[in-house]
């Protein structure tokens, strides 16, 4: 059986995309079958794959709101071993649609459970909120990662997200768990950035990925030309940042062969033409 990974957190900014991008981007070519869901009205995952949103016809919004069966959404990427389920600008009023429909909460649970076991890891990127559709991934969820950005306000609204995934691992979903914290945004020539970590570290322990990805103009290139990192910069600090820290996710879950770099086709690269937790947090074991 394959794993659901929900990728969230209610500030915006903080990197979820971009982790959920080029996260997903490095699992696939370590050899894990991937299937993203984006569940963001915004897209941005869907225009991260090079799909144009305006040309979507389906989207993940028929599934969670009109029961259409997710195997006629799915879209193959070019990653080779990841696939995508899109989003739309109709997910915008999927919170007030799903309010009156019976299991609500339970929607997306229920459209993957046939999913699961075709992928390795099934990675849904949430809206910054904690509304319906980010409490439908937690509890269709088997684990939860955390972006958190590196500046001072890093730790405002964790509280409020920790207390969230409470309320859904006691109502909904018992078996949620944390899977890691991952600090983004990292400038190794500050101290706040240095600061941020050591008291992030200090709150949250085990929690927090030993991998850090760092502030990169490569990172934040890669979406204008509809490519993850792997396929636009794959020697970039950025990209050796995620490499490594789709290998300790796997070293996480046991899986250690090591992550496949030398499997990027560099051929579409656009370079060629142009210790403890914190109360109530439950972290997955290693």
Do not use: W
């Amino acid at each position: 059986m394959g794993q659901i990974i929900a990728c969230a957190n209610q500030k915006g900014g903080v990197g979820k995309t971009t982790t959920v991008v080029n996260l997903s981007t490095y699992l696939a070519l370590a050899g894990d079958a991937v299937l993203v869901i984006d569940l963001d009205p915004q897209g941005n995952t869907t225009s991260g794959f090079g799909l144009e949103r305006g040309e979507v016809q389906h989207s993940v919004y028929e599934a969670i709101i009109e029961d259409a069966d997710v195997s006629d959404l799915i879209v193959a990427t070019n990653v080779p071993g990841l696939s995508i389920v899109p989003s739309s600008i109709s997910l915008a009023g999927a919170e007030v649609e799903l309010a009156p429909l019976p299991q609500r909460e339970r929607r997306l649970a229920r459209i993957l459970t046939n999913l699961v076991a075709e992928y390795d890891y099934i990675l849904l990127d949430c809206p910054p909120s904690l509304g319906l559709l980010t409490v439908n991934a937690l509890t269709a969820a088997d684990a939860v990662v955390i972006p958190i950005q590196c500046e001072y306000y890093a730790l405002e609204g964790l509280s409020q997200l920790i207390a969230t995934i409470n309320l859904v691992r006691n109502h909904l979903n018992p078996d949620l768990a944390i899977k890691g914290v991952v600090l983004t945004m990292y400038d190794p020539r500050t101290n706040l950035s240095a600061e941020v970590d050591a008291e992030v570290r200090k709150h949250l322990g085990p929690a927090v990925f030993e991998t850090v990805i760092p502030r990169s103009v490569r990172l934040s290139e890669a979406p204008s030309y509809g490519l993850p990192i792997a396929l636009y910069r794959p020697d970039s600090k950025g990209a050796e940042a995620y490499a490594a820290l789709a290998a300790e996710l796997r070293e996480r879950d046991g899986r250690r062969t090591p992550v496949a770099r030398d499997a990027v086709d560099e051929s579409v690269s656009p370079a060629e033409t142009s210790p403890e937790s914190p109360a109530g947090v439950r972290v997955e074991a290693t």
